[in-house]
């Protein structure tokens, strides 16, 4: 049974960077076919795909966040992690690391309990 643990800063101030961390358990992230991502949620608001990290280490991110996200990976701790950086309030949102598998589209099934993170000074 795969298991997903967030961490991280809950309180980030603008223009800072929001670095999360997903510790996985149950399995590798090295895993044949699997995609580890990042998803969140604002408040009010649907969820919204940040990004992931293949089980061989390609990246794949949101073309309207890519110019400020970054996922990478420690195989040796099997986790893997967000950086967002030059963050504004409308960043906030409750964050989720999730494991998948890309086909045709994004199938996502086993969820962390997410992270909530406020952007505010």
């Known amino acids: 049974q795969v298991q997903l643990q967030e961490s991280g800063p809950g309180l980030v101030k603008p223009s800072q960077t929001i670095s999360l961390t997903c510790a996985v358990s149950g399995t590798a992230i090295t895993t044949n076919y699997y995609y580890w991502s990042w998803i969140r949620q604002p408040p009010g608001k649907g969820l919204q795909w940040i990004g992931a990290?293949?089980?061989?280490?390609?990246?794949y991110y949101n073309q309207s966040l890519k110019n400020r996200t970054s996922v990478s990976r420690d195989t040796t701790k099997n986790q893997f992690t967000l950086q967002l950086t030059s963050v504004t309030p409308e960043d906030t949102a409750k964050y989720y690391c999730?494991?998948?598998?890309?086909?045709?589209?994004?199938?996502?099934?086993?969820w962390g309990q997410g992270t909530q993170v406020t952007v505010s000074s």
């Open positions: 990290i293949a089980y061989i280490g390609h990246t």
């Open positions: 999730v494991r998948g598998v890309l086909g045709a589209n994004w199938r996502f099934g086993s």
